[in-house]
């Protein structure tokens, strides 16, 4: 059955939506008059597309054409997501201030010029692409209209191309800017999350290093693991590819799986809000993961100001005019509109960050403006071959991570990919500001594609990536660091990505099923690193009683965080309450105390090393303190556990609408490579938050063979029936399998539709 199409509301519950309305069309005349006419309504593009849904609710979206296919996937998101997808487009429009007044209109000005950025170049789009971004709006606005009683009384239909591209045009990226200007301004703190790196990067207050374990709840590790075996290392003679990324619960993964016969058959992730954030999936043919690095990509410089002319700077021997550029945005004002305007100072180099001391500060960042991620998506996800795969690689729109590939005729290949500027000084960070007075003083092109760290089916037949520096993604051909330039990552191989290596640096032999059970290790690897010495030191302090017999609980520990094992939450406490006495009492912390390389010289007897790259760290640099933080321990679990001896999934849980149960998974900084991270409930459990969440393997025999698993469901919403019915299945590390072909989608089939209809059944 489907919906009855309303006429939109005048007035909503405030009275605005009239007034919203008159200034979208008279405001917001500048974004919506260069908005492309579509090519066809929202209804003829309805019947071009079937929706069917299949087991936890996987839309799998069969279209005739590119822009029906867009069409369903926005429409499906809208669906799942509500009013989540319909902000993200109001954001990159620079409405917000429109929608929900003043307080919010703060990104409105930032995001107009994005917003203008795709305007200007959305001709230079591929017909393909522009066609899967019209759909997606189209998508959205059909669901709208569709679904009045569904939707917040702000929305409003009328979202265009323009609007989803602008989501995907690249900002010069403010954080290292940010942290510069404090230090400038003699007011050093540690970088906010909002300034930290971006879609996975290390937390900022914990630098990446392995010692980092934080008091309370834990601190999302926005990262990822992603794992290639080539052919020689499969029990079917396929490649086989792992991707596993760890963001917060709230990240907004969504699994689809759109086909258009004969011309787009794709499977993975669309985050929530457009159809080209994809970090992992695959075709018949071949598949790709991401994960996050962390490449320097921007300088700041210091221009010098012209003395006898205001607003210029003095470069390659001519006095240069500043650009400025004035923003208006409009916001909702009680019972009409009014309008704030910021003004941007602009350079050939990039925007001005600071004017002060007769210096001109200027972000020069790679990437600044790009605007054809989402061309480049389509490319790869149309792909037919490694070679037609790569080349879409090299329109290099996507100016960060890791990519680890593999494919039907048994490729596998992993590459460090950045936009990375060819420095020609040393780099001055989000620390100094390096002095230019003339072009040559300053970045002008880009490291080539080919010189970037990469693999292509080495020996050992596997590739792997943690977030690591590149140059250990094969034990069998590691890269020489001297050999690329000092700007490039220095050498890191944390214990998580230490914890892979011991699972597939070997010669076995895997079935797909194989490596997801290696996936779901539930090792703790600083266990295996640290115990014997924490061991020796509490046994020579004569430990009695609670101590001792506590004590002989971790001798017996298989060093594990599986659900039933005992052990983990006594180890975990102390290692925390180790780390705090460390910064505390031996390095006299201040303001937080020493961080990376600094205080893992502290902890461990031997820090790590890149000539012991797979031993080190190793033992304990203050046994002292470790057997002093043994006791407090002891005291610490009885207290907020009722034992020591408590099972982990006792106290680590999986929590999603009426789904309770133990789960087993640590922080990467632990050295799990099932990653988790948790928040303390009221009951004193620890719940997660974080960590794994999207998993899926793929075996690439004609066609694929795939499993995946989404920990919080297809749907936000506690009342949809995909809110939690993977929760338990994620928990006990388990995955569905993937239903990619017809056949398979036939047999799991629960639900087809039309947008526009009631979901039905099959």
């Known amino acids: 059955m489907k919906h009855p199409v309303h006429p939109r509301r005048d007035a909503g519950p405030r009275g605005q939506s009239c007034v919203i309305r008159r200034a979208l069309g008279a405001g917001l005349a500048v974004l919506l008059s260069a908005a492309p006419l579509a090519a066809q309504t929202g209804e003829e ?35 799942d997501y509500g009013e989540r997808v319909i902000r993200a487009l109001i954001n990159a429009r620079g409405t917000r201030g429109l929608a929900f007044g003043p307080d919010s209109m703060g990104p409105d000005f930032l995001n107009r010029l994005a917003h203008a950025r795709a305007v200007e170049t959305y001709h230079l789009l591929s017909q393909d692409t522009r066609d899967m971004l019209e759909g997606f709006a189209e998508g959205v606005n059909y669901y709208i209209r569709m679904n009045p009683d569904r939707v917040p009384e702000w929305a409003e ?101 759109i086909t258009v016969p004969g011309e787009l058959n794709f499977y993975g992730d669309f985050r929530i809000g457009g159809p080209f954030t994809i970090i992992g999936g695959f075709n018949e043919y071949l598949g790709w993961a991401t994960t996050n690095n962390d490449p320097d990509t921007d300088e700041i410089y210091a221009l010098d100001v ?99 590939y593999a494919d039907r005729d048994g490729n596998i290949y992993y590459v460090w990919n950045a936009a990375l500027p060819a420095f020609p000084h040393p780099t001055g960070g989000d620390t100094a500001a390096v002095p230019a007075r003339r072009s040559s003083e300053v970045w002008t092109r880009l490291v080539p594609f080919d010189s970037l760290p990469q693999f292509l089916n080495p020996r050992g037949g596997y590739v792997h990536n943690e977030n690591d520096a590149p140059y250990y993604t094969n034990m069998y051909e590691p890269l020489d660091p001297a050999k690329f330039p000092p700007y490039f990552p220095k050498p890191q191989l944390r214990l998580r990505s230490q914890h892979a290596i011991e699972l597939i640096h070997n010669r076995r032999k895997l079935s797909l099923e194989d490596v997801i059970e290696l996936k779901h290790s539930m090792k703790m690897l600083l266990a295996d690193r640290v115990k014997p010495d924490l061991i020796a030191a509490v046994k020579a302090t004569g430990p009695t009683g609670e101590v001792a017999s506590a004590l002989e609980l971790l001798e017996r520990w298989d060093n594990t965080v599986a659900a039933e094992s005992r052990g983990g939450v006594l180890f975990e406490a102390w290692w925390r309450r180790y780390v705090a006495l460390v910064r505390e009492r031996v390095a006299g912390a201040d303001q937080g105390g020493p961080t990376g390389e600094a205080l893992e010289a502290l902890l461990y007897r031997e820090p790590w090393t890149p000539e012991r790259p797979l031993e080190t760290p190793r033992g304990l640099a203050q046994l002292d303190l470790a057997a002093e933080a043994f006791a407090h321990a002891v005291e610490e679990t009885r207290s ?85 019915d993977q929760a338990e299945m994620f928990a006990a590390g388990r995955m569905k399998r993937v239903a990619f072909t017809e056949a398979e989608i036939r047999e799991q089939l629960v639900a087809r539709y039309r947008p526009g209809e009631e979901r039905g059944r099959n």
């Open 45 to 79: 593009l309805a019947r071009q597309v079937e929706i069917r849904r299949t087991k936890h609710g996987v839309p799998h979206i069969l279209a005739e054409n590119i822009r029906a296919a867009g069409f369903g996937l926005g429409y499906v998101q809208v669906e």
């Open 157 to 257: 239909p009328n979202f265009t191309g323009h609007d989803v591209a602008a989501r995907d045009v690249a900002g010069p990226g403010f954080g290292g800017a940010s942290r510069f200007l404090r230090r400038l301004r003699g007011a050093a703190q540690p970088a906010t999350s909002a300034e930290g790196a971006g879609e996975e990067g290390a937390s900022p207050s914990c630098g990446g290093w392995s010692y980092c374990v934080w008091e309370g709840d834990d601190e999302i590790e926005e990262g990822s693991n992603a794992w290639a075996f080539a052919p020689s290392r499969t029990r079917s003679g396929k490649a086989i590819l792992l991707r596993n990324p760890h963001l917060d619960w709230t990240a907004g993964y969504y699994e689809a799986h």
């Open 306 to 404: 012209d003395p006898a002319r205001p607003d210029h700077y003095l470069f390659d021997g001519a006095s240069i005019p500043l650009r400025r550029e004035v923003v208006t945005a409009e916001f909702r004002n009680g019972p009409g509109i009014g309008t704030a305007t910021r003004e941007f100072w602009m350079t050939p180099l990039g925007p001005v960050i600071h004017r002060d001391g007769g210096k001109i500060y200027v972000l020069r960042a790679a990437g600044a403006g790009e605007y054809r991620v989402g061309e480049q998506f389509m490319r790869m996800m149309k792909a037919r071959n490694f070679a037609e795969w790569k080349e879409a690689m090299r329109l290099r729109a996507r100016t960060t991570s890791n990519f680890t």
């Open 640 to 724: 907020r556990y009722g034992s020591w001896d408590v099972a982990w999934g006792d106290v680590h849980r999986v929590r999603r609408g009426d789904v309770d149960v133990p789960v087993g998974g640590c922080s990467g900084a632990l050295g799990c490579f099932r990653v988790l991270n948790f928040r303390e409930a009221e009951d004193g459990k620890r719940v997660v938050t974080g960590g794994d969440g999207w998993v899926l393997a793929v075996e690439f025999t004609n066609p694929p063979r795939a499993y995946s698993v989404l920990g919080y469901g297809q749907s936000p919403d506690p009342e949809s029936p995909y809110h939690a």
